[in-house]
């Protein structure tokens, strides 16, 4: 698949089949992931990969603490604004309506949406996980170097026909990976990742979120 149709194709998956991922072809697109640009070749990214039953064993003890709403486990860095405003709130809320919508969870269904949303810490069924991890000591510019890898990684994942689920809300449990994978405290769980092979049937996998047109973002002084 050309790079083109990769990028247009590419969106976050919610349903996978268990079909197996060969280690081999994670370690490729790991490789792939590791030309994206990044500021004096820094590359301040480091993965932790896991599957069978050392993506079980984990998930199982991600979705205890999900179930018991422990306060103990919070993010360790703020992903979203600490106050929402618009046209941001809204594209956020139209996004949940249509999940939910898709799923047949009605607004204010606590519980449908709780366990829809510990879905992500099983991976939604797909065979690998990954997470990615920075060190304490990067600023702004490591972070965008991480989402440059991230991206990289999600295209080369669809040139080998496979499918990705970028997922930040692992780092909520960033205490219970740390402590699982032997990921040192100079790190942060910066967020997980789905890979595998998408299910055709399910319905959550309709879901394609809009976007802006050129013209509602870019500003050009072409003289």
Same mark, same amino acid.
């Given at each position: ?7 247009? /194709? ?14 081999? /072809?994670?370690?490729?697109?790991? @490789? $792939?992931?590791?030309? =994206?640009?990044?500021? %004096? ?17 984990? %998930? ?11 306060? @103990?486990?919070? *993010? *360790?860095?703020?992903?979203?604004? $600490?106050?929402? /405003? ?25 519980? =449908? ?12 069924? =797909? ?9 304490? %000591?990067? *600023? ?5 170097? $991480? ?9 080369? =994942?669809?040139?080998?026909? $496979? ?5 930040? @809300?692992? @780092? ?50 072409? *003289?």
């Amino acid at each position: 698949m050309d790079v083109v149709e990769a990028i247009t /194709t590419r969106r976050a998956v919610r349903a996978f089949l268990p079909t197996p991922v060969p280690r081999e /072809t994670v370690e490729r697109l790991l @490789a $792939l992931a590791a030309q =994206a640009p990044n500021g %004096s070749n820094i590359q301040p990214w480091r993965v932790w990969v896991v599957a069978g039953e050392a993506r079980r064993r984990l %998930s199982d003890k991600i979705l205890a603490a999900h179930a018991a709403d422990d306060p @103990a486990y919070r *993010e *360790e860095y703020a992903y979203y604004p $600490l106050e929402w /405003t618009e046209p941001y709130l809204g594209r956020r809320r139209k996004l949940g309506k249509d999940l939910y919508g898709l799923l047949g969870i009605a607004k204010g269904d606590q519980a =449908a949406m709780k366990a829809q949303f510990g879905r992500n810490y099983v991976f939604f069924d =797909a065979p690998v996980g990954l997470f990615v991890t920075i060190e304490r %000591s990067m *600023e702004q510019g490591g972070w965008i170097d $991480l989402g440059a890898f991230l991206q990289t990684f999600c295209l080369a =994942a669809r040139g080998h026909g $496979l499918h990705t689920c970028p997922q930040q @809300a692992f @780092a909520q449990y960033h205490h219970l990976i740390r402590g699982e994978l032997g990921i040192p405290e100079d790190q942060i769980v910066a967020f997980g990742i789905a890979l595998g092979h998408a299910d055709p049937e399910a319905t959550v996998n309709r879901l394609v979120p809009d976007r802006e047109t050129v013209g509602a973002f870019a500003t050009f002084r072409w *003289e």
